[in-house]
């Protein structure tokens, strides 16, 4: 028996060698892809939720009420009473309130100085509150005086 050559099987080391790649398993590609759909739609959820204006209008009526208040997060917060229904007089029969609150400090400055005033604001109306922006999902951006009724 002739002893076995060892060199038969060698091969020089500056031939290349191919190396396969290995692709991710399905699993991490199904785990990345949902981890990304997901990021997407709690993202959309969120702005939704806290910062996509639902309706925008304008209320009139009397400033009521209008304080800074907070215990972590100081804000504006006012109340207006709208009067829907006029006797011959000129006295409200029925009335409801609206509660908003106010992020400008310009705006705040005017409101301060409107109370017992007839009054036209215009307000964006928010799908929900954050602490940082008032306890109301009105938030209101301008105020304009009215001649009283």
Do not use: C
């Not at 590609?29 to 304008?58: D, V």
């Not at 940082?132 to 009724?149: A, N, T």
């Amino acid at each position: 028996m002739e002893a076995a050559n060892p060199l038969e099987n060698y091969q020089p080391l500056d031939e290349p060698v191919l190396v396969k790649e290995k692709r991710p398993s399905r699993f991490r590609r199904f785990s990345r892809n949902f981890i990304i759909i997901f990021m997407l739609l709690l993202a959309g959820l969120i702005y939704w939720k806290y910062f996509f204006t639902y309706s925008e209008g304008n209320r009139t009526g009397l400033l009521q009420k209008f304080s800074y208040k907070g215990t972590i997060f100081k804000t504006y917060e006012g109340e207006l009473i709208l009067s829907s229904i006029r006797s011959q007089a000129n006295v409200a029969l029925a009335s409801e309130k609206f509660f908003f609150s106010v992020m400008d400090e310009e705006t705040a400055k005017k409101l301060e100085n409107l109370q017992g005033h007839f009054i036209t604001v215009h307000y964006k109306m928010k799908n929900g509150i954050l602490p940082w922006r008032g306890d109301s999902k009105y938030l209101v951006d301008s105020v304009k005086i009215e001649v009283q009724p």
